[in-house]
């Protein structure tokens, strides 16, 4: 089988669908045909970059035509790289992490493939601007700035970044929502409150608190307590304690450590504390260290328990603050009420 793209300067993109393409059993020995010639490219079995036209059933996948504005479930413009990827990265992704394509960790996997990796590919390539009033995607590679060599050269590269990435989304980020998730379930046995969590191993944990807390709260009548503090190993056999905010985007400040706590270190934080093991907090006050678990369990332990003794009423809008929730107040419901018991107690 052959693949055509054009010949003369290459960049990213081109080199990125070869290589994906390349991955698939039925191309894995195909010969790379790099010209402009319609003839020479009509006689491939896939062209990639030129030939002005995307039919992905007849593997043409060009983006350079005027009509063509396609994003897929993103925000910025697919190359010749994103429209391969969207039609054969489940299956590639498949066959190198053994997962099945329809999967939902495979899906999760394939979605951060293409927000970490390809999707500056695209945006470099269509010429995106990365931001206007936010970022549309993030360079994590610089990629497409070193890539301007020998094409096979340039093949070996682009393939040698696609598996760091997969491998890292597949065997490290996507394993740790089960370490998250049983955290979640057994968050009572470490605080009344089940505002605090305890990670028995280091691992990428915050992207999946987030989802599992969405879920959790969706499938949740009466919304669950709120996770306030993630407790997790830290080096040399210490303890982290990093205060949670319940999203990404919020900007709703974690509920930190008091701020005589701050920048403290060891006998003398464990003297404002009171508590045995302390290493430091840090100066923005939402991250500590203890030597042991336990110990940074009870630096958690001491906040939350101050914030719930706090005064109701204030408890209760920080809790809805966080929640993102408003409750609408609806005096007119209240006043329709009162009047209706006026009656009833008069009738009776």
């Given at each position: 089988l052959a693949i055509g793209t054009?010949?003369?300067?290459?960049?990213?993109?081109?080199?990125?669908?070869?290589?994906?393409?390349?991955?698939?059993?039925?191309?894995?020995?195909?010969?790379?045909?790099?010209?402009?010639?319609?003839?020479?490219?009509?006689?491939?079995?896939?062209?990639?970059?030129?030939?002005?036209?995307?039919?992905?059933?007849?593997?043409?996948?060009d983006h350079h035509q005027n009509d063509f504005f396609d994003t897929g479930k993103w925000s910025v413009k697919l190359s010749s790289a994103g429209l391969v990827y969207v039609h054969y990265g489940k299956k590639v992704l498949s066959l190198m992490t053994n997962l099945k394509e329809d999967s939902i960790g495979l899906h999760r996997i394939f979605m951060k493939v293409y927000e970490s990796f390809v999707l500056e590919i695209d945006?470099?390539?269509?010429?995106?601007?990365?931001?206007?009033?936010?970022?549309?995607?993030?360079?994590?590679?610089?990629?497409?700035?070193?890539?301007?060599?020998?094409?096979?050269?340039?093949?070996?590269?682009?393939?040698?970044?696609?598996?760091?990435?997969?491998?890292?989304?597949?065997?490290?980020?996507?394993?740790?929502?089960?370490?998250?998730?049983?955290?979640?379930?057994?968050?009572?046995?470490?605080?009344?409150?089940?505002?605090?969590?305890?990670?028995?191993?280091?691992?990428?944990?915050?992207?999946?608190?987030?989802?599992?807390?969405?879920?959790?709260?969706?499938?949740?009548?009466?919304?669950?307590?709120?996770?306030?503090?993630?407790?997790?190993?830290?080096?040399?056999?210490?303890?982290?304690?990093?205060?949670?905010?319940v999203d990404p985007n919020s900007s709703f400040k974690p509920l930190p450590f008091p701020d005589s706590w701050h920048a403290l270190r060891d006998d003398e934080l464990c003297a404002v504390t009171g508590l045995d093991g302390c290493i430091f907090v840090h100066t923005s006050g939402h991250l500590g260290v203890n030597k042991t678990r336990q110990g940074a369990i009870e630096m958690a332990q001491l906040v939350v328990h101050d914030w719930k003794a706090k005064d109701e009423s204030e408890a209760g809008n920080l809790e809805r603050e966080r929640d993102r929730v408003t409750y609408p107040r609806a005096p007119f419901v209240q006043l329709f009420c009162s009047v209706l018991l006026f009656f009833f107690y008069f009738e009776f």
């Open positions: 054009h010949n003369g300067c290459f960049h990213c993109d081109e080199v990125f669908a070869v290589y994906l393409l390349r991955q698939l059993p039925e191309f894995k020995d195909s010969v790379i045909i790099r010209s402009r010639d319609p003839k020479e490219l009509n006689a491939c079995d896939a062209v990639v970059d030129v030939g002005g036209v995307y039919d992905p059933e007849q593997m043409r996948f945006g470099t390539d269509n010429g995106v601007s990365q931001s206007q009033n936010s970022l549309k995607y993030h360079i994590h590679t610089d990629l497409d700035e070193y890539i301007q060599w020998l094409f096979y050269k340039a093949l070996e590269l682009v393939g040698r970044e696609f598996v760091d990435t997969v491998e890292y989304f597949s065997h490290c980020w996507w394993p740790a929502r089960e370490i998250v998730s049983r955290a979640m379930k057994g968050r009572r046995l470490v605080d009344e409150s089940r505002a605090i969590i305890v990670l028995e191993q280091s691992c990428p944990w915050m992207a999946h608190l987030f989802d599992l807390e969405r879920e959790e709260r969706a499938e949740t009548p009466k919304y669950p307590p709120k996770i306030f503090f993630v407790v997790l190993p830290g080096e040399n056999g210490n303890w982290v304690v990093q205060s949670h905010t």
